[in-house]
């Protein structure tokens, strides 16, 4: 398999950032205010997804999951009418206290790689290394954070996951 070029911006998004294991307390949290929030806008929303990175020097597979930071994110089809999102909010609070985390961003990720992974997650460093090879191979190297766009519930037994790396190409040694 090899990965895809593709270009991807602006989208409007509902975005929720934490630290934290994916699937621990915190990241639960996040991802049921922002469900809670986009059900109560009612304007629909695009899978779940992550942006992910540490701010260590090791690699990052290499870093203790709890120190994983990371944006989710739920895309919406169009940038909610001024003063909805805090009227959603204010809707929502008292079923999800953590909306307050909740805000509206604006995501243009430019030039990109994807690959879609399919199988557990902890089989994407698999699927991550075939798109590093890529990049070395063509020049480029990473340009933001890892995105991973869920395609499946997270309980599904056979998961399938894009994942996408935004990318630039490498500074030209003479």
Same mark, same amino acid.
């Given at each position: 398999?090899?990965?895809?070029?593709?270009?991807?911006?602006?989208?409007?998004?509902?975005?929720?950032?934490?630290?934290?294991?994916?699937?621990?307390?915190?990241?639960?949290?996040?991802?049921?205010?922002?469900?809670?929030?986009?059900?109560?806008?009612?304007?629909?929303?695009g899978p779940l997804q992550g942006q992910w990175w540490v701010e260590d020097d090791r690699p990052p597979l290499t870093v203790p999951?709890?120190?994983?930071?990371?944006?989710?994110?739920?895309?919406?089809?169009?940038?909610?009418?001024?003063?909805?999102?805090?009227?959603?909010?204010?809707?929502?609070?008292?079923?999800?206290?953590?909306?307050?985390?909740?805000?509206?961003?604006? &995501?243009?990720? $430019?030039?990109?790689? !994807?690959?879609?992974?399919?199988? =557990?997650?902890?089989?994407? @460093? #698999? /699927? +991550?290394?075939?798109?590093?090879?890529?990049?070395?191979?063509?020049?480029? &190297?990473?340009? $933001?954070?890892?995105? !991973?766009?869920?395609?499946?519930? =997270?309980?599904?037994?056979? @998961? #399938? /996951? +894009?994942?996408?790396?935004?990318?630039?190409?490498?500074?030209?040694?003479?």
């Amino acid at each position: 398999m090899t990965p895809a070029r593709t270009t991807h911006g602006p989208v409007t998004c509902l975005s929720v950032t934490g630290i934290g294991a994916p699937g621990g307390h915190e990241h639960r949290t996040a991802t049921a205010a922002l469900f809670t929030l986009a059900a109560t806008l009612g304007t629909g929303h695009g899978p779940l997804q992550g942006q992910w990175w540490v701010e260590d020097d090791r690699p990052p597979l290499t870093v203790p999951r709890d120190q994983w930071r990371w944006h989710l994110l739920l895309t919406l089809p169009a940038t909610p009418e001024p003063g909805a999102l805090e009227h959603a909010r204010e809707t929502a609070r008292p079923a999800q206290a953590a909306v307050d985390r909740v805000r509206q961003a604006t &995501l243009t990720e $430019g030039d990109c790689l !994807e690959m879609l992974h399919e199988g =557990p997650y902890s089989d994407e @460093p #698999r /699927t +991550l290394a075939l798109m590093d090879a890529y990049m070395s191979e063509h020049g480029l &190297l990473g340009n $933001g954070p890892h995105h !991973e766009i869920y395609l499946t519930p =997270p309980d599904d037994p056979h @998961p #399938r /996951t +894009l994942l996408r790396q935004p990318v630039r190409p490498a500074p030209q040694h003479p």
